[in-house]
């Protein structure tokens, strides 16, 4: 008896295997929006710092249809990730209160909770209410 | 009474290059799982079909195996779940010894390497046993469930990708461990656990705790692992004075 295992060649076909995976890879694709966005502000700074044309000129390029989708398309990505994220902080951070574990809707209902709490004031200080 | 197909991956390292797919039609009782229709194909149709199974109750955890593309114990992979075709193969990521038996020294070596027993932190008690309550025990009692059959690497992408990464079962035991009140041994294991190949290879895809057939969670003990060395490295770099 000889051995000769077969290693079995690993081609991404795992991402359709299962809907987790598509769900995992939608979750690490949103950085690419999240990172693009954060690009679009560090731009928006430089405008800033250059005087009164330059920022109208910004502002002008953020009301532009592209523009506008772009920033759906970021804010739906970045819900996405934070709300699927926010579910999984059960798991990362188990407290234990005596014998019994919290809840995990405890856990993340707080997370949720400050997400919502530092939106509002955040929005605040922004003057929309 | 119903007809079912299975298509078996089969590999024979003597004579083949590479492994094909058997198809097989067994007549199978409603309430059978995969496993009853594997060992039926062996006991009439095909006595050379080789895979791994012991305790037929999901305790033993050596028949564990892709059917339809996930990883499930054949024990607990009811036939009724499955309508068509039903395709089995072996363990995703680990190399095929014959048919669905997989070679799984990976998963043994890695598993001693995090020293998955207890590292007393005191003497043992003089004439008597380490004393634990219950909030105690019930801290670590979820992951001391692990029956080591692998499915949690075979859902993993990233121990598909990067195979020396020490994967979900070894960090969920090593993690078990560390939270046990009588052990010591945690700073002995950070090295495998704290390590790039260790919990930091890990992504968080989550489908480890999803095909875990005992409910470890090990995705779960893998975050913890990373929070606990992420504190530890701020101890070590800004309190060095809190660490002995
Ligand atoms: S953690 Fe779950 S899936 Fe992984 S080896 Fe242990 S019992 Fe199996």
Redesign the pocket.
Do not use: F, Q, R, T
């Given at each position: 008896m000889s051995r000769r295992p077969y290693a079995r060649p690993i081609t991404s076909e795992w991402i359709f295997r299962h809907p987790r995976y598509i769900r995992y890879m939608v979750r690490e694709f949103s950085c690419l929006f999240i990172g693009g966005w954060t690009l679009l502000m560090v731009w928006g700074f430089k405008a800033l710092s250059e005087g009164p044309a330059a920022w109208a000129a910004f502002l002008e390029l953020l009301q532009t249809p592209a523009s506008i989708v772009f920033h759906l398309l970021t804010l739906a990505f970045a819900a996405y990730h934070s709300v699927t994220w926010f579910n999984l902080t059960p798991k990362a951070l188990p407290v234990q209160l005596g014998e019994e574990f919290l809840p995990d809707r405890v856990i993340s209902g707080a997370h949720f909770a400050a997400w919502a709490a530092v939106s509002a004031g955040l929005l605040y200080f922004a003057g929309a209410f | 009474m119903r007809q079912v197909e299975l298509e078996v991956l089969r590999y024979n390292p003597e004579t083949d290059r590479e492994p094909h797919f058997q198809r097989y039609a067994v007549d199978c009782q409603e309430e059978w799982v995969v496993l009853d229709a594997l060992n039926h194909v062996k006991e009439t149709l095909d006595p050379t079909l080789s895979y791994r199974w012991s305790c037929h109750m999901a305790v033993c955890?050596s028949c564990?195996m892709m059917v339809n593309g996930e990883?499930k114990l054949a024990c607990k992979a009811f036939l009724r779940d499955y309508p068509g075709v039903i395709r089995v193969e072996p363990l995703r990521h680990f190399p095929v010894e014959r048919d669905l038996v997989t070679v799984i020294d990976d998963f043994v070596a890695k598993l001693a390497r995090v020293k998955p027993y207890l590292i007393p932190k005191d003497k043992a008690p003089e004439a008597a046993e380490f004393r634990q309550t219950p909030a105690q025990l019930k801290r670590y009692k979820q992951f001391t469930?692990?029956?080591?059959?692998?499915?949690?690497?075979a859902?993993c992408p990233e121990y598909g990708l990067i195979p020396k990464y020490l994967g979900?079962?070894a960090i969920?035991?090593a993690h078990r461990w560390n939270r046990d009140s009588r052990d010591g041994g945690r700073d002995a294991r950070q090295e495998e656990l704290a390590a790039t190949e260790g919990a930091w290879e890990c992504s968080f895809v989550g489908a480890?705790?999803e095909?875990?057939?005992?409910?470890?969670?090990?995705a779960g003990a893998i975050q913890q692992v990373k929070i606990e060395s992420t504190v530890d490295w701020y101890q070590a770099h800004l309190m060095p004075w809190t660490k002995k």
């Open positions: - | 955890g564990g990883p469930l692990c029956i080591n059959c692998m499915l949690c690497y859902a979900p079962a969920a035991l480890c705790s095909v875990c057939p005992e409910h470890v969670d090990p």
